[in-house]
Structures are given as C-alpha cells and as structure tokens.
C-alpha cells in the first residue's frame, strides 16, 4: 500500500553534516521529492532567486502569516525571521509529493507538534573527528571561535536526537547511501499500515 | 545510522498475495536477508530437504522445545506441530542479517509478544478481484470449496493487519516494486533511533 499523500518529511543535521549535499543528490534522482522553500525577512544576497533560495518578505508580512496560523514553523535569527509556509507543503503533499523541509531542531519540535504524521530525520556525520575536520576544512579564513561556536551547535543538536524518528549517517565520500537511506525512509513510510486508510474495507468494497 | 543487529522480519499474507514469490525474490537480490527455516512434526513430501524446506522433528522433540522455551512461536494445523526455532533466529539477528519470518497471523501476534522489535509486514493484493482471479486461475481441479476457504482465510488475515506496521501491495506483474518495498522498510527500520543505541554518547566519546 503506498499512502497518496506524500510524506512529510523534517530533514535536520548540524553544519558539517553535508545534509544540503545530501539532500541535493536526492532531489536530482528522484521527482517525487520536492524542497520546501522558506521564507525570511533577511535581504537577498548576490545570486539569490526569490522563490528558488527563499521567499523574500517584508517583516510586516512575516508578521501578518504568523499571526494568521500560515506558518508551519518558524524561528528568529540574528534579528531575522525564517519559516517555512504552510500552504504550499500541504499543497504538495496532497499532490502526492514527499516534501523536504530542511529546518534545525526548534522547527522540527514545532512541525511535530503541528503534525504528528512527520518523519523527522536527523542527518549526522560518523562521528565528532570526522565533523570537526569538515568544519576545519571548509577555508582557512574561519576563525577558531567560529568552529568552536558551531561544534557547540553540533553538540545540541545531536542530544535533540531522541525526538527524531530516523538517523542517517553520511560518512565521507558517502553522499549517494545517505539519499538512498533518505529515499528508503520516505519509501518504508508510504507503506506504513498506519497511513494505508482503511485498506481492509476498500478491499472487500469490490465484493459482489 | 545502521543498527548493528538485523531486523526480524515478520511477513504475512493471504494465500494468493505471492508473498513466495515477493520473498524469493527479494533474497535472490540481497544477502543481507536470510530466511528462517521452520521446524515441522509433518514428514516431508517428495523432494524437501531437511534444513532447506523444514527441519523435521518429531512430535516428542517438538513438544519438549515448547516446554523448553526455544519455539518464538508456534501452531498446531491439521494434527501437526509448524514453528520457529529461537535461536537459530537470534544468531543470524546478532551477525547483522535480516531474518525474514513468513508465518501467519496468529504466529505473527505471538513474535510481536515475544519480540517488540520485530517488524510486522503484510503482503496484500491490491484487491478482491485480483485476489479470486488469482487463487482460480492456480488449475481447473481445485474445488470450489477450497477456493472459498481461502477467499475466507484471506478475509481473516487481512481483517487482522492492524497489528502489522507496514503493508506492501503486490499487483500483477509487480514482484519487483514489491521487493523493493520490502527492502526499503528494512533498510529504514536500521536507521531508526530508536535502534541506533546511544549514538550521541559515542560520537562525543572520541573527543579529547
């Protein structure tokens, strides 16, 4: 039985995680996936699409979708907001699309209250030496007080764990067993007895 | 994350799902999956092998493996002892494999007893009609009785898949898809937290 709504499906890992990657290889190889896109009241930066990076609004209007229950979650952040609109994931799930929201642990917390039906699914590197050299990697410009500040994040984030349904580790050179890890999750999900309707009735419907 | 240990993998299904078929396939294509070889008091028929079809045993040394505590479950069916040995079980679980259990309903309620990790899965045709069509088209010589028995029994089992957590259609001509979904929902269940042990203790274990 594979349920007609999509799933939804919370995709959170720390920075060094390789989850945009991840996530990205998935999208290319299945369309039966789609990236939710967030809004934010931040300006765009060089390069970025309205519609494509985020849904670029004014705080007022931000302001106006929360206080109207139009936003799934959303978070502050450096004094801007982020969130992710309700309209268009259920549009897409009721279209039978599985839709990605890409969100850190707080969001998840608030999309599993809003709908008990998402699949959370934290993204994780093997282990700490492997994410402190990724993070260490990355340029030789980033200050140690950054790379300090986000192996703290990663700490946090990694003891969230316990809230989320699934843990996919993407160890290095690995990229393509996370997305069919991912793949496999959204696949397992759709087949669940507990998404299947009243298969039993619609069976029997048929009967003369 | 994978879990370490296998998924005990319980499939179920009416007469005329193919669940034969579906299995076989699946292990033809992965050797991560085993199959678990029942214990039976019937002789065997022509051509099975002890170990391979069933082990057979007597009535007395079944009887003592009951009272022993080694059966995971277990029935009687026409005058004869059918089970599942424990250990033989746990022992290909603990080597990392799959073990793949197909036993009906009530044999499937008795593991999920016993065995809270186990994976319930049915194997359903996607509707009456098919499901007739099928146990017709088997030959001409099967009465009409017996057709409807097992009309019957699927009505039972399919009745029951509540307790089950996943549920995989196979449609005519579609042992693949049926496979594949089989081997998603073992796949997903290792990357469950709930199996992964205690990863953010040990991901932080090897830091200085």
Partial sequence: MTSREGILLVVSG????????????LLERRNDFVYSVSATTRAPRAGERDGVNYYFISRDEFEERISAGMMLEYAEY????????????????????????EIEVNGAMQVREKCPDAVLLMIAPPDFATLEARLRGRGDNVPEEVILRRLEAARYELSQLTIYDYIVINGNNQIDDA??????VADAERSRVARSGDFCERFFSCEA
């Fill in 78 to 101: 450096c004094g801007n907001y982020y969130g992710t609109p309700k309209k268009e994931v259920y549009d897409r799930l009721a279209e039978g699309k599985n839709v990605i929201l």
């Fill in 14 to 25: 720390p920075s060094g995680s390789g989850k945009g990657t991840v996530i990205g290889r």
């Fill in 179 to 184: 997305a069919d890890r991912i793949i496999a």
